[in-house]
């Protein structure tokens, strides 16, 4: 299994960040299986870093292998829909970007991905290129987004990453985080939502120890 995740793709978080948002292409790097958080388990707050941020994220699984994705046939390597957050070491990635160092251990870092149980089949939703997700801390709402904001949409994404790497069944696509990130402490509880045709849907539920 292959973890794809997009960078800066909803412009409000490039701009909070003080990044420029991508025109050409997607800015795409990768996670390693070991950054998988599944089930609801609980994230340790690792010693290494001192500024954890939450990204809530929008989670493609891929439905089947293929290579060179032409943008007729890219809905049809969407297998489903889930929920998932891109965990960063703030700290970390800032100092290693100073340097020029690729910045792979701020990112990738064991259970860096916590992942929602359930992936919602296409038809399940009324229109794949806008759905509303959320994030509450605590019981507050910190991130929402709807996948129409971003700045390249699925076929994109799917055609893009497909260019470099061969897509097989069961990868994940993280597509990108609205605005709203921030760090996390010991104690928070991170509940993340997402809406089908039935309604808003619990998808995780995370706390940090």
């Known amino acids: 299994m292959k973890i ?3 960078g800066r793709n909803y412009a409000a978080h490039a701009a909070e960040l003080g990044n420029k948002a991508p025109k050409d292409n997607p800015m795409v790097f990768m996670k390693p299986p070991t ?9 340790y707050h690792p010693d290494y870093s001192d500024d954890i941020h939450y990204e809530t994220e929008m989670v493609v ?6 290579r060179h994705v032409a943008p007729g046939f890219a809905m049809d390597y969407v297998g489903g829909i889930g929920l998932g957050l891109d965990l960063t070491a703030r700290d970390l990635q800032n100092e290693l970007r100073q340097k020029g160092h690729p910045w792979e251990i701020a990112k990738g870092f064991d259970n860096s991905a916590p992942l929602g149980a359930t992936f919602y089949a296409p038809e399940e939703f009324t229109d794949l290129n806008d759905i509303a997700f959320r994030m509450e801390k605590n019981g507050e709402e910190v991130q929402h987004g709807r ?5 390249f949409n699925l076929t994109a994404l799917i055609c893009y990453v497909s260019r470099f790497f061969r897509l097989q069944k069961g990868d994940l696509l993280f597509t990108g985080t609205p605005a709203g990130v921030g760090p996390i402490v010991r ?3 991170l509940i993340g939502y997402l809406t089908t045709r039935e309604g808003e849907q619990m998808m995780f539920q995370t706390r940090v120890k």
């Open 147 to 151: 996948s129409s904001n971003m700045i």
């Open 61 to 66: 699984k891929i439905a089947k292998n293929g």
């Open 4 to 6: 794809f995740c997009i």
């Open 35 to 43: 950054a998988i958080l599944p089930n609801n388990k609980p994230f």
């Open 187 to 189: 104690g928070d509880e």
